[in-house]
């Protein structure tokens, strides 16, 4: 064999190998985002479940604050409703700003926020939305390591011939830098 054949071959043998460890590489890291995604998902989903204790507990003292106890739920329904990560986000956006308008209904009665049941879940909710601050960022920081990956030279050349997209950030939702306005 000469010279120039070995050569050939071991050029071959780098890029192959290189090929399918930057293959590799990318599936992992997809992975992750996706294990990451699931974890938010996940505690989407546990907020979402507490919400009709939540609504039951204030209907018994406040019934007549029926428009934010419906909007309650129907924030719940779009948000276990929303697909993907745009729709979950816009979901628990407005899951949100219902939530807080119904915890501020609840400052009016005092009975309301002595009640045990009431007291339970409202901490186990702030316990949920602190668990999903931390699943966003996880998810964001593995976005962040994939979207980077995916655009560096040179994976960036196998990236999008083998199938591996830009990943979408979990992102705020409109009016969340502003303080919300909590009148009694």
Do not use: C
């Not at 990318?26 to 609504?55: F, H």
């Not at 129907?74 to 956006?93: E, F, I, N, T």
């Not at 807080?100 to 400052?107: D, G, H, K, Q, W």
């Not at 560096?152 to 939702?173: D, I, V």
Request: positive net charge.
């Amino acid at each position: 064999m000469n010279k120039g054949a070995i050569i050939a071959i071991v050029l071959v043998a780098l890029v192959a190998i290189f090929g399918v460890s930057t293959y590799n590489g990318l599936v992992g890291m997809n992975e992750t985002v996706n294990g990451k995604w699931s974890q938010v998902d996940n505690q989407l989903q546990r907020r979402a479940d507490l919400i009709p204790n939540l609504v039951n507990t204030v209907k018994g003292y406040a019934a007549h604050e029926q428009a934010a106890i419906q909007a309650v739920s129907d924030a719940r329904s779009k948000l276990v409703g929303a697909q993907g990560v745009g729709d979950k986000a816009a979901a628990a956006g407005e899951m949100n700003s219902a939530l807080s308008r119904l915890l501020a209904i609840a400052e009016n009665y005092p009975n309301l926020k002595a009640d045990k049941n009431f007291r339970a879940l409202q901490d186990e909710l702030a316990g949920t939305e602190n668990r999903i601050a931390v699943a966003r960022k996880d998810y964001n920081d593995a976005v962040q390591g994939y979207n980077t990956k995916i655009k560096t030279f040179p994976q960036s050349m196998f990236a999008g011939m083998l199938g591996f997209g830009q990943r979408e950030y979990f992102k705020a939702e409109e009016g969340a830098k502003q303080v919300p306005q909590v009148q009694f």
